[in-house]
């Protein structure tokens, strides 16, 4: 018999913000997309913070990084941060889509995915279905998923055998199995009923993710079932581990409104990076 979720307590780290997505933890701090600033922000666990780079105009871009350090960053195009600061496009996805590209994971082979909701999301657009690319270490690119309601954050297991996205649409984390050429295969529900955005995994095979018809951020397994609820008083954006001992779980939160109300609720500033202690450090990519 399952047991009812315990509550873990949030508390606030940095505030003042306007839209803040694609978090990471690489060097001690955490980085993330300071959307509407064109800024990637990185905060110690004291709070301090800096830019520490630049971002594309507009919402929807993430960054991540190689496995040789190098920065990438997604926009309408995926981008790399070459040693001397230029930067440079790093695959051609012209092919595959126009529409640029959202949520990026790296997986521990050096293979990149990429997602697309190939729509214009804040220009009120009819929904589309989107799609999933895959860049290998070579440089080659391919579509390897479709029919996504919505791709959004994506996590990679660490075996690197699974791949775990949000399909934001229908409230649903879906699950891929990974070929040894890096195709996707297997598809299927791994968890339903939610309101995935980004989102992380933990070493107990759980993620943290959203509840937005009771205001959480909570921790599900698969199938579904809700082991932790953190009580959030606006809408959550993305979950990342990190920390020492990748005990931290990072909640990036905004008031959210509506695609008519973007500049609003950017000019009021009401994004927020939480924090709580986590149960289970964080593993597999990001």
């Excluded at 940095?14 to 300071?34: I, K, Q």
């Excluded at 973007?262 to 924090?275: N, Y």
């Amino acid at each position: 018999m399952s047991q009812a979720p315990s509550r873990v307590e949030a508390r606030v780290l940095l505030s003042g913000l306007a839209y803040v997505e694609s978090p990471r933890w690489p060097d001690g701090r955490l980085w993330f997309s300071h959307w509407g600033m064109e800024e990637i922000v990185a905060v110690d666990l004291d709070g301090n913070s800096e830019v520490v780079g630049q971002g594309p105009p507009g919402l929807g871009w993430a960054t991540e990084w190689l496995p040789d350090g190098r920065r990438l960053v997604t926009g309408q195009e995926v981008m790399r941060e070459e040693p001397d600061g230029s930067m440079v496009r790093h695959a051609d996805l012209s092919g595959i889509s126009s529409h640029g590209w959202s949520e990026i994971v790296v997986d521990g082979r050096g293979n990149i995915y990429v997602n697309c909701i190939e729509f214009d999301f804040l220009a009120g657009d009819a929904p589309a279905p989107g799609i999933i690319a895959l860049i290998t270490p070579d440089g080659s690119a391919r579509q390897v998923a479709d029919g996504l309601a919505f791709p959004n954050g994506m996590v990679v297991t660490p075996d690197n055998a699974t791949l775990i996205v949000s399909e934001s649409f229908t409230g649903t984390l879906t699950a891929f199995d990974i070929g040894a050429d890096g195709n996707l295969s297997n598809r299927r529900v791994w968890a339903d009923g939610l309101g995935p955005d980004g989102i992380c995994l933990d070493a107990d095979g759980c993620i943290w993710t959203h509840a937005p018809e009771t205001h959480e951020c909570v921790r599900v397994r698969q199938g579904g079932e809700v082991l932790q609820r953190i009580k959030i008083d606006r809408d959550l954006f993305a979950t990342m581990l990190g920390g020492p001992d990748r005990r931290t779980l990072f909640m990036l939160v905004a008031e959210w409104h509506g695609t008519d109300k973007v500049d609003e609720a950017m000019a009021r500033r009401t994004a927020q990076v939480l924090v709580a202690d986590a149960p289970a450090p964080g593993v597999g990519w990001p």
